[in-house]
């Protein structure tokens, strides 16, 4: 329950400030609560915590409610204290914080989702609570009245989810590796577009309303860039790790990244970057015009046995092993780690070219959940083995309180 404090040593890794222990299951969501030293938790204990640093600089739970069933999603809204809990069971449960985080009220439950709660996001402008779940639905209900306004239904359980305030503009992300784009209306939504390009599970969005760039995170180990305001679909591509959670750093070009085997990534956008070619097709390698195994007509002609296809990730041609032998980074087109390329483009890249574009560190716990107070520069990680761990992460992003972040 009592947490670790540890000192600000000058390094260039995030540094470990406090770590928060108490929960018996997995802690699905943690948030920093705004120019306070507190947290707020939701579990599969099916408990909601408030934790506020006591002046022996632990954090201790000011708040303990359980609920009726585990909890797999949250939302705070600062302004109003309100505090959105999704839950296993598929409904979402609004509560009233008190000014000194020392109290909480139940004020509404919102029977939002027939399955699990996947995300919530609370509009004070529309008074409207959107949520997705594993019904594979997104839904949108007025908090004044507590009724269902809209849902759309997707071919795939729904798993993450961000809003544009000013457009109404919903993105929706699914298991089938798709992000929806949705114009939520009082009481209908229209898709605007459906966005493909991830051959895993979609974990998680980030959107950034000023440079209106869509970031997503998917467990085929990449992250993709969209820019919907150049309506100019995938921009980038960037391959590292399984990502469970990310936030974007306007003002410093920034993007932090975290995942399921615990590490950290900070990408450098303020580069320019090169995007991945889209892979081509062929019966036979582009480069020594040896059969693939499929190619029986070119396999009788040549009496040879087809080769199995690869594909170079720097010029996307279809390329056999023989060809493609050499591994390669290649940081500017998001690739941080070796990946195949064929012998021509190995020749091609230099040792310049092979320079780190992102920095990467260990978290040491399992990482499902990560939210960034981007005005004091702190971060906090949950996950499956039941820890909430919280980071300074100025030393990374190289930003200081006087200069640094720039909430959006």
């Known amino acids: 329950m009592a947490a670790e404090i540890h000192s600000r040593p000058q390094s260039s890794r995030p540094v470990l400030l406090s770590k928060i222990e108490g929960h018996q299951d997995a802690v699905t969501a943690a948030l920093l609560i705004p120019k306070e030293d507190g947290v707020i938790t939701a579990s599969e204990d099916r408990t909601i915590r408030v934790w506020l640093k006591r002046d022996s600089g ?9 609920m009726a069933s585990p909890c797999s999603a949250m939302a705070y809204h600062h302004d109003s204290r309100r505090i959105f809990v999704g839950q296993d069971n598929g409904a979402v449960m ?27 996001i609370f509009s004070l402008t529309t008074e409207w609570v959107i949520s997705t779940g594993h019904d594979k639905c997104v839904s949108w209900m007025c908090t004044r009245s507590g009724n269902m306004l809209g849902r759309h239904f997707s071919t795939s359980w729904t798993s ?21 784009l949705l114009k939520l209306e ?24 000023i440079q209106r760039l869509l970031f997503s995170g998917a467990s085929d180990n990449s992250i993709i860039m969209w820019d919907i305001g150049g309506r100019k679909g995938r921009t980038l591509l960037l391959q590292g790790h399984q990502v469970q959670s990310l936030c974007y750093l306007q003002l410093t070009r920034q993007l932090v990244s975290c995942s399921s085997d615990g590490g950290i990534a900070v990408w450098n956008m303020d580069v320019s970057r090169e995007e991945a070619p ?35 990730r720097k010029c996307g ?86 200069t640094g972040f720039s909430p959006h």
């Open 186 to 209: 009082q009481s209908s939504c229209s898709v605007i577009t459906t966005l493909k390009g991830h051959e895993g599970s979609v974990a998680c969005l980030w959107w950034d309303p």
């Open 160 to 180: 993450c989810l961000q809003y544009d305030f000013d457009t109404q503009y919903a993105f929706v992300g699914d298991c089938s590796g798709q992000i929806s």
């Open 317 to 402: 041609q279809a390329v056999c092993g023989k060809c493609s032998s050499k591994r390669s980074s290649y940081p500017v087109m998001g690739f941080e780690f070796q990946v195949r390329v064929c012998d021509s483009c190995y020749d091609s890249i230099k040792d310049e070219d092979r320079t780190s574009l992102a920095t990467f560190h260990e978290g040491k716990h399992n990482i499902s959940h990560m939210s960034m107070d981007v005005a004091r520069g702190l971060m906090v990680t949950c996950g499956t083995d039941r820890v909430v761990k919280i980071w300074d992460m100025t030393p990374v992003v190289g930003c200081s309180l006087a």
């Open 278 to 312: 889209q892979w081509l097709e062929s019966d036979s390698c582009q480069k020594c015009e040896q059969p693939f195994f499929w190619n029986i007509k070119q396999m009788w002609d040549t009496k040879t046995l087809g080769l199995r296809q690869h594909h170079c």
């Open 94 to 120: 609004e509560f009233h914080v008190s000014e000194d985080f020392n109290k909480m009220n139940f004020i509404k439950t919102y029977p939002a989702h027939q399955n699990r709660v996947t995300a919530i």
């Open 58 to 66: 632990q954090y201790w739970p000011s708040i303990y409610h359980t």
